[in-house]
């Protein structure tokens, strides 16, 4: 699951190639012995499921962004990856995170899939139902 959340975070198609060739090598033993290959199989689910990618763009240190982040951390969403985009950050961004911005200098986020972003939310009450739509049923 590693090089499939790493491929998520830093869009290098070498890593799904990986994950991808490993998930086929392993497919046959996964199918006779699922308990033994609990692992594979929840890698097997994040990549066939597609993650849902949680763009926060916020100061890491202001108070209203810790309260969010942390909302998002308690929400099992286990096929997800967060990433914390600080404005104006001159780091590499994950393609997900790429071109976000702050709305009115608040904590804002983001929930994408395929690629396909929801517009800015800034808080809480706004972000819940994207989140519960992310949810496995």
């Known amino acids: 699951r590693n ?4 491929y998520h975070y830093v869009g290098q198609p070498s890593y799904l190639e990986h994950a991808e060739a490993t998930l086929q090598l392993f497919s046959r033993s996964m ?25 926060v763009v916020a100061d890491p240190e202001m108070p209203a962004s810790k309260i969010l982040l942390e909302q998002i951390r308690r929400t099992y969403l286990p096929n997800r990856t967060l990433i914390l985009a600080p ?3 001159k780091v590499h961004l994950p393609p997900a995170a790429q071109g976000k911005g702050p709305v009115d200098g608040k904590p804002t986020v ?5 690629m396909s972003c929801s517009p800015p939310v800034t ?7 994207l989140l519960a739509v992310a949810k496995p049923e």
């Open 3 to 6: 090089l499939l959340r790493l």
């Open 31 to 55: 199918r006779e012995q699922p308990f033994a290959h609990a692992n594979m199989l929840v890698a097997l689910d994040f990549h066939a499921q597609r993650p849902y990618e949680i763009v």
């Open 110 to 114: 983001y929930v994408c899939r395929d």
């Open 87 to 89: 404005p104006g950050s």
């Open 123 to 129: 808080c809480w009450s706004d972000l819940r139902p």
